[in-house]
């Protein structure tokens, strides 16, 4: 059986910052784990790409948004694009404005900490 798929849009190479925790959790949890970040070759010993449509594979199960709503706006075309299973906007990634402009673009809007349902808490991802 294949491992579920996941991008973590904002992943960091900053361990104190969410778009790293998400990624570190993701990989626990058996996931295999894309970082997207134009700035970072690699995070967490993964390869890093710039932008969705950069990815080797064909589907996603799922997208974890950690950017400010702003620059989330202008990526949700590609996030459209890529059709994933679950988009997670995270604490602090959504707006009305963003929300609405998902559903219009077909993406069904999950609002929640994609680590917790990962069945993590990212206080036990140590800095």
Do not use: W
């Amino acid at each position: 059986m294949s491992k579920p798929t996941v991008a973590i849009l904002g992943a960091s190479n900053n361990r104190t910052k969410y778009g790293n925790k998400s990624v570190r959790a993701h990989l626990q949890q058996g996931y295999d784990v894309y970082p997207i970040n134009p700035q970072a070759g690699e995070i967490e010993g993964l390869q890093a790409y710039a932008k969705l449509s950069d990815l080797p594979i064909d589907k996603l199960d799922r997208i974890s948004v950690y950017l400010h709503p702003q620059v989330g706006m202008k990526l949700l075309e590609e996030i459209a694009a890529a059709n994933a299973t679950e988009v997670f906007f995270n604490p602090g990634a959504e707006s009305e404005e963003l929300l609405a402009k998902a559903r219009e673009l077909g993406i069904d809007p999950i609002q929640a900490c994609s680590i917790v349902d990962v069945g993590m808490s990212p206080r036990e991802l140590a800095d």
